[in-house]
């Protein structure tokens, strides 16, 4: 991972958090994973731009220090009564899901895997399920759930642009990730049904959601995996 010196405050912060975040630990992990054709680089850079985006190209993830500070200003705002270690635990939570999204779609475009349907759809799956793996993959992934509940007042109410976007609005990408969550064990569906947030007509398939979800994703990933590696979530 290469890191920009930032050259503004926000951009400092931004790249402070990134650092302690452990990015670069995260994608190496990430990267080393898979037996990937082509080198994959990562770097950090000033500015906020569209936010985190993969460029297949040259083969790149770039996380814009700007955005990272944005997303810290959100977390910070809606969670007044965090303790700064909460915050950073969130955020890293939360960073962790915006670089397995971008990584999802490098892997989209290395190994040309099907897409039916949305390909940020498809980035979300898979960062939901890498995440999943982490051994606090749960809380991880309800993290950034949470964010994207949180960030959706900017959609609130959604605009033509919103609904034109290639990505599902914040609130459905929040809603997906909590009932994949939910579909990992019978205690994550109980926690997930004790949030209030999924209707139970949603939260009674998140189970099935999630199976088919780790399967699909098994089939068309299991052939570039360094070693015998199980994509489910921990139970």
Same mark, same amino acid.
């Given at each position: 991972?290469?890191?920009?010196?930032?050259?503004?405050? /926000?951009?400092?912060?931004?790249?402070?958090?990134?650092?302690?975040?452990?990015?670069?630990?995260?994608?190496?992990?990430?990267? +080393?994973?898979?037996?990937?054709?082509?080198?994959? *680089?990562? !770097?950090?850079?000033? $500015?906020? $731009?569209?936010?985190? &985006? %993969?460029?297949?190209?040259?083969?790149?993830?770039?996380?814009?220090?700007?955005?990272?500070?944005?997303? &810290?200003?959100?977390? #910070?705002?809606?969670?007044?009564?965090?303790?700064?270690?909460?915050?950073?635990?969130? &955020?890293?939570?939360? @960073?962790?899901?915006?670089?397995?999204?971008?990584?999802?779609?490098?892997?989209?475009?290395?190994?040309?895997?099907?897409?039916?349907?949305?390909?940020?759809?498809?980035?979300?799956?898979?960062?939901?399920?890498?995440?999943? #793996?982490?051994?606090?993959?749960?809380? %991880?992934?309800?993290?950034?759930?949470?964010?994207?509940?949180? &960030?959706? $007042? !900017?959609?609130?109410?959604?605009?033509?642009?919103?609904?034109?976007?290639?990505?599902? *609005?914040?609130?459905? !990408? +929040?809603?997906?990730? =909590?009932?994949?969550?939910? $579909?990992?064990?019978?205690?994550?569906?109980?926690?997930?049904?004790?949030?209030?947030?999924?209707?139970?007509? !949603?939260? @009674?398939?998140?189970?099935?959601? %999630? @199976?088919?979800?780790?399967?699909?994703?098994?089939?068309?990933? #299991?052939?570039? *995996?360094?070693?015998?590696? /199980? =994509?489910?979530?921990?139970?």
């Amino acid at each position: 991972m290469i890191y920009e010196k930032p050259k503004t405050h /926000d951009d400092n912060i931004g790249y402070t958090l990134l650092k302690a975040a452990r990015t670069q630990y995260l994608a190496t992990t990430l990267a +080393s994973t898979f037996q990937l054709p082509h080198p994959l *680089l990562v !770097r950090g850079v000033d $500015g906020v $731009g569209g936010g985190p &985006f %993969y460029n297949p190209r040259d083969n790149s993830i770039t996380l814009p220090y700007g955005f990272a500070s944005v997303v &810290f200003s959100i977390l #910070k705002q809606d969670n007044p009564n965090q303790t700064n270690y909460q915050l950073g635990s969130a &955020f890293g939570a939360v @960073q962790s899901f915006l670089l397995a999204h971008e990584f999802g779609h490098a892997l989209v475009t290395n190994f040309r895997l099907p897409v039916l349907g949305s390909n940020e759809d498809a980035a979300d799956k898979i960062a939901t399920i890498l995440v999943l #793996k982490a051994s606090a993959g749960a809380q %991880y992934a309800t993290d950034a759930a949470r964010f994207f509940a949180d &960030f959706s $007042g !900017r959609q609130s109410p959604p605009a033509v642009a919103d609904y034109a976007d290639t990505h599902s *609005l914040d609130l459905q !990408r +929040s809603f997906d990730i =909590l009932c994949d969550v939910a $579909g990992t064990s019978k205690t994550n569906f109980q926690h997930i049904a004790a949030l209030g947030v999924l209707p139970q007509s !949603r939260l @009674q398939t998140c189970p099935s959601q %999630y @199976q088919q979800d780790v399967d699909s994703i098994t089939q068309e990933l #299991k052939p570039h *995996l360094r070693g015998n590696i /199980d =994509l489910s979530a921990p139970k």
